[in-house]
């Protein structure tokens, strides 16, 4: 199976929760377009040591810190669908998109256009902040319009109950994970949130 995780915004914990995602389900890793260094495969391999996890190389890989549209014009490259091609992989495969839903790969294409190009199901990754649940409820409609199958929701960060309720009554979502704010990040805390997923992935 592929998933797809796509997030309301940038850094809004993809990386973080495709290495839990990984660790999980004993799934291998592709990044298809990565804009600015250091790598998030790089970051997923350090969380996963000795794991059985393959991290694919990615299609695109830009110096640039940008939306992969402005990143790619900056270093005269053209962003193509038809460049991407799913790696070969014998698990599950965890897909890590750049940005948010509707982060522009071109003039025409989106992020989020690539999971229905990878046939993936998505995991939408959501933060709490002042505008987070109108954020949250836009890339769900962009989503749904596309008629993407969605596995379900992951929170990330402080959490905040009341905007966790409204963000579920609306969408019906399933909620799969609450990460904490946590004060580091490392192999410790992502075996312990992989348990945690695996609690609710088939519920």
């Given amino acids: 199976m592929n998933y797809f995780v796509t997030a309301i915004g940038t850094d809004s914990g993809k990386t973080l929760v495709s290495a839990i995602l990984c660790k999980a389900l004993r799934a291998d890793y592709w990044k298809p377009i990565q804009a600015g260094l250091p790598s998030d495969s790089e970051t997923v391999r350090g969380l996963l040591p000795g794991s059985g996890s ?13 939306s992969p549209h402005a990143a790619a014009a900056i ?9 991407f091609s799913v790696p070969q992989h014998s698990s599950d495969l965890v897909i890590e998109g750049a940005g948010g839903c509707l982060v522009p790969l071109n003039d025409h294409d989106f992020v989020i256009d690539l ?22 409820l836009l890339s769900y409609e962009a989503l749904k ?39 580091s990040v490392d192999q410790e805390m992502i075996l312990k949130y992989s348990k945690k997923l695996m ?5």
């Fill in 115 to 136: 999971a229905a190009k990878f046939k993936a199901e998505v995991i939408l990754v959501s933060n709490f902040y002042l505008g987070s649940i109108n954020h949250t």
């Fill in 145 to 183: 319009s596309r008629k993407l199958a969605i596995k379900g929701i992951i929170f990330n960060g402080a959490l905040n109950s009341a905007s966790e309720q409204i963000i579920l009554h609306h969408t019906g979502l399933r909620p799969l994970l609450h990460i904490d704010q946590e004060r």
């Fill in 75 to 83: 270093e005269n490259i053209k962003i193509e669908m038809g460049h």
């Fill in 54 to 66: 393959k991290i694919h190389p990615e299609a695109y890989i830009f110096k640039t810190g940008a």
């Fill in 199 to 203: 609690q609710n992935w088939n519920g």
